[in-house]
């Protein structure tokens, strides 16, 4: 503090000034020692710089075999404790297509196989000697329906009863509604 009067009396200023004066100086210093540790954040719409590392470890994994890939799923499945579900949503290996080793690669990618999950069940026709039986039943298995709203849910045939449904459940719904003179399609 002495000081800082010693320089107000020769530089003719106030001790708030060179304090001031002193404090901006030090952290315009501060700044550009710490200028050389910041980094420049990506504009918004461009895509992020890939990490190096990362991008080797995609490069390596993408010329797998398919016998490499299986080893490889199974270690990462024993080193990070996960179940033997499938975990990865539908659709995701679609753009994925590991180097082609041969022949037998060409004919795995020509012949690609689709398993059907979900189904939809159709009422086609039914029995009018059971169609009271029938509107019973919808009105039992299907929510929410009243009796005058199954009545014509029936009368509307052909309809469809459910869409988006398991194997399971499409194999009881056609069981169900056949005992009951319906004839029913599982698409």
Do not use: H, W
């Amino acid at each position: 503090m002495m000081q800082l009067r010693s320089l107000c009396g020769y530089y003719r200023c106030s001790v708030r000034q060179i304090y001031t004066t002193i404090t901006v100086r030090n952290a315009e210093a501060a700044v550009a020692s710490a200028g050389d540790k910041l980094t420049v954040p990506v504009p918004e719409g461009s895509d992020k710089p890939a990490n190096p590392k990362l991008v080797s470890i995609v490069d390596n994994i993408a010329a797998l075999n398919l016998l490499e890939v299986s080893e490889l799923s199974g270690l990462l499945k024993k080193r990070l404790n996960l179940p033997d579900a499938a975990l990865m949503p539908a659709g995701f290996g679609a753009g994925f297509a590991p180097a082609a080793t041969g022949p037998a690669a060409d004919e795995e990618e020509a012949a690609p196989k689709v398993v059907k999950t979900l189904f939809k069940v159709k009422l086609v026709k039914f029995d009018d000697k059971q169609k009271v039986a029938l509107i019973k039943e919808v009105k039992n298995l299907l929510d929410g329906m009243n009796l005058v709203q199954a009545k014509k849910f029936v009368e509307s045939a052909p309809t469809m009863v459910k869409e988006d449904i398991s194997k399971e459940e499409a194999e009881k719904l056609k069981e169900a509604f056949t005992k009951v003179g319906a004839v029913i399609e599982i698409e």
